[in-house]
């Protein structure tokens, strides 16, 4: 009898234990995995200075996230039925709502342009203007239309990702009509990261059944529409040097030009080292620059940051727009060129700012809460759970929590899932 036991097994079983934690746990550990790559960036720009501050908000979700995990197992199922109630009850009744989104949407996106009087990402090619582009890009969000503002942001943040994976599922002909029409609106708004999220919710469903090709398909889908965008919004390697600097000239601008000339190969690889740069150091840098700036040279807010606060509390909120006072203080050319941006950070980042490092612990205690919130809706649903959630994780890193559970459409999401749960549980 061979009393030595086939290494294989041991692995494979310990790889089962992993899958099983990853899928009873899939939003912290996606979370824990951001959170790493935003300590590559934050250790390559400050070292080691803040990674103490991290490890308080990364203990304090894990710690909260648990804790919460195991009193909700003691509700025995009664905070379940609670949040699991059914708003409708059919899937022909789902089929005709989801008719009714799609339709609303393109009218809405129809009126959008029509407001604007022009395509941005249009207008945008036909400039060879750096700051002009900005510009219009700027133009797209400054106007006071608050309908037009959140109605936009709920469209492509929330319902169009949502409608392009249930028509994968249910109504693949549809969904062929609404994929073209998600990208053509977020790429006409300028968005790189809203053209992704138009299929990351699909891309990751089709990952999570092994369709890989599929899957493939679509990152490249993505992958082209955010190259359109960065070749749109740069003149250099749409044009010549020469083209450029007569066109600023024309336009009463200053240019300088290129030393060398840079082939559209060398251009583009530069894009993709600018997008890898993006993905692993740049929020880490801004991170640094919150923690070095705040409070030596910004002071907490002590909640006056929060717009819903500051009210309560007598105060502006917009005294303590940090992501507008920092951006306004390190880009000064771009700010004299009549520019207006952000420093945007991760979302710990804001309660920090408010309350310092208490606030990195209620970070923890805040997002662990809704994420445990959201284990109990998509309870029996882990498929939906990552696919319509891991792009709003995504988003946790350069935006407030509240904002993106508001205006960000994360809670319209939910929402969604609850009214469209019929036709979804057949489709799994």
Known sequence: ??????????????????????????????????TSLICIGLIYYTGLTYMPDMLLYSGSL???????ANLAKRTSGKLDKILNIRFTKSEKTVTWLSFGFLGAGV??????????????????????????????????????????????????????????????????WLFWILLPIAIFYAMAMMQKGLVVSQVLP?????????????????????????????????????ASEEDISAYMAAH???????????????????????????IVFTTGRDVGRWFTLIPS????????????????????????????????NLYIV???????????SAYFMYDYANFGKAGLVLAGFLLAFVFVLLKIVFEGHAQWLASLNILYTLWLSNVALYSLLLSGGWVLTILLFWLFRPALETGK
């Open 62 to 68: 894990v710690i909260f996230y648990f804790l919460f």
């Open 202 to 238: 699909l891309i990751v469903f089709l990952f999570i059944k092994r369709r890989y090709i599929l899957s493939g398909v679509f990152i490249l889908v993505a992958v082209a529409g955010v190259l359109a965008l960065i070749v749109n919004a740069s003149p250099n390697l749409r």
């Open 1 to 34: 009898m061979n009393l030595i036991k086939d290494p294989r097994q041991g692995a494979g079983k310990v790889l089962g234990v992993i899958r099983a934690f990853i899928r009873e746990h899939v939003m912290l550990v996606a979370m824990l995995l951001i």
């Open 107 to 172: 009218v809405f996106i129809i009126y959008h342009l029509i407001y604007l009087k022009n395509i941005p990402v249009w207008t945008a090619y036909n400039s060879l203007d750096y700051y002009g582009i900005a510009l219009i890009r700027q133009g797209i969000t400054e106007h006071h239309n608050s309908f037009i503002h959140y109605t936009s942001s709920f469209l492509l943040k929330a319902i169009l990702p949502f409608l392009v994976l249930f028509f994968f599922i249910k109504k693949r």
């Open 334 to 344: 771009e700010y004299n060129e009549g520019l207006r941006g952000t420093v945007t």
């Open 297 to 328: 040279q910004l002071p907490y807010a002590n909640g006056c940051g929060y717009r819903f606060l500051a009210p309560v509390l007598g105060c502006d909120s917009k005294d303590y727009e940090y992501d507008r006072v920092i951006w306004d």
């Open 252 to 278: 009463r601008r200053a240019y300088v030009p290129q030393k060398t000339k840079v082939a559209i190969t060398e251009s583009m690889a530069s894009t993709s080292n600018a997008l890898f740069e993006r």
